[in-house]
């Protein structure tokens, strides 16, 4: 079943964060639950003090993104899942209402892969990069680490479970960390940014390296950021099927997000979650996943959800 929450901001901007969807059920304690809680908040958090003092859209974003790519919790940057040769691969997207996006894949290197798609969006005619070489991450200003930093024991101890053929213990989430905001200027952005699935092949790319698929904006429609198992989002084109919808079908944020979760991850037989935020700033979350991680504001209040 899709289920869906709906965001109301008071202000004049908005902002919804997650931080991935289970694609199976997991465990966790309440130590475990707290933090995850506390990372969304600290993400959404360094968003929401961009979009106070006025900043732009597409800067909430990526604030809020690198908050996440740092926390060795969830599945970007540091701590991110390993591939099938026990190393990190991470790509990640942004996009900004004026239709222009940048994205890298296969990044090894660079600390913050969201920074890295800003680099191609604004500093390039690209929009995708794979394997940025360190010309490119140096040019642009880009901090880097080796690989295995990026390598935590906690996806090593779960790559090990997996090519050992252990059945799913529920231990473990999958996920994304990504991020969408409309500012007080009436600009939309999005980001996105994952290190796939555990022991996936090496050179895979995802949604969350395809503007379009599991990433989009447009200003005046709709900023939406994804996530879930990659492939029926490419094959959906999800994130700017939820534009479309909008746009040309005359459909609300509600019905479009919910019409898209259920036709392209349920009519799949996947799973998966996206955010996004409409012009009128009206948020929602939409997901068919077991278990999803996100943040907003509802009123006054911010809400988590875990
Ligand atoms: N969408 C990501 C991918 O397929 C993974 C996820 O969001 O869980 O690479």
Redesign the pocket.
């Given at each position: 079943m899709t289920e869906c929450l709906v965001a109301t901001s008071k202000s004049p901007y908005t902002l919804l964060v997650h931080g991935?969807?289970g694609?199976r059920h997991w465990r966790m304690d309440d130590a475990k639950e707290a933090a995850f809680r506390a990372g969304l908040r600290a993400a959404f958090a360094a968003g929401e003090t961009v979009l106070a003092a006025g900043g732009a859209a597409l800067d909430a974003c990526c604030a809020a993104v690198m908050v996440l790519e740092d926390d060795p919790l969830f599945?970007a940057g540091r701590g991110a899942?390993l591939t099938a040769a026990g190393s990190v691969e991470h790509?990640a997207t942004v996009m900004t209402g004026d239709g222009r996006g940048g994205a890298v894949t296969l990044s090894r290197q660079a600390r913050h892969p969201v920074l890295v798609a800003r680099a191609v969006r604004d500093a390039t005619e690209e929009v995708l990069i794979a394997d940025p070489d360190d010309a490119f991450l140096a040019a642009h200003g880009l901090e880097v680490r080796p690989n295995d930093w990026f390598v935590t024991d906690e996806r090593r101890d779960r790559l090990a479970a997996v090519r050992a053929g252990l059945p799913e213990d529920g231990t473990h989430k999958?996920?994304?960390v990504g991020c969408v905001a409309l500012d007080a200027h009436g600009h939309l952005a999005a980001a996105?940014s994952?290190?796939?699935?555990d022991n996936?092949p090496v050179g895979?790319v995802?949604?969350?390296?395809i503007p379009g698929a599991?990433t989009f904006a447009k200003d005046g429609v709709v900023a939406v950021s994804?996530?879930?198992?990659?492939?029926s989002?490419m094959q959906g084109v999800v994130a700017h099927q939820v534009s479309a919808r909008l746009e040309f079908g005359g459909q609300d944020l509600v019905t479009a997000a919910t019409a898209v979760v259920t036709a392209e991850l349920l009519g799949r037989g996947t799973t998966?979650?996206l955010i996004a935020v409409d012009a009128a700033g009206r948020g929602v979350v939409a997901w068919d996943s077991p278990t999803l991680l996100a943040c907003w504001r509802d009123g006054d209040e911010i809400l988590t959800h875990v």
């Open positions: 991935g969807a694609w599945n899942s790509e999958h996920g994304t996105t994952t290190g796939g699935y996936k895979r995802g949604d969350t390296a599991g994804c996530t879930g198992r990659g492939e989002f998966g979650a």
